[in-house]
């Protein structure tokens, strides 16, 4: 199980990468990723708790806004060296999704 990360100018098409609104990916970080983002709780009022690790999870800047706040406080609780690369890289697509008018930030879940 991993979660791939895309950063899109606009919407991506559903179901497929778009290289006309690529940004950036990551793809190095999945199961850390996804290990760090399975201690949050699925049903709480929190935003990164609504990614899928099975499915798809899209994002808007002002979702992302949101859920950097969360990501930085979890980056400061964790305590595994993946997990924690894993969060900071994440950290910085939300800051920079949430920079970019009508950008979106795509979670790949396996």
């Given amino acids: 199980m991993g979660i791939e990360l895309e950063l899109h100018s606009g919407r991506p098409a559903r179901g497929r990468s778009s290289p006309n609104t ?4 990551s793809y190095q970080h999945g199961e850390a990723l996804a290990r760090a983002l399975s201690t949050l709780d699925r049903h709480g009022s929190g935003k990164l708790g609504w990614v899928d690790p099975y499915g798809d999870t899209l994002f808007n800047e002002q979702e992302a806004r949101v859920a950097l706040q969360e990501v930085t406080a979890l980056a400061q609780r964790c305590a595994d060296e993946r997990q924690k690369n894993a969060l900071l890289d994440l950290a910085e ?5 949430a920079a970019t008018p009508g950008s979106h930030l795509w979670f790949m879940g396996d």
Avoid at 93 to 97: D, G, R, V
């Fill in 93 to 97: 697509l939300l800051e920079a999704c």
């Fill in 22 to 25: 690529l940004l950036r990916g």
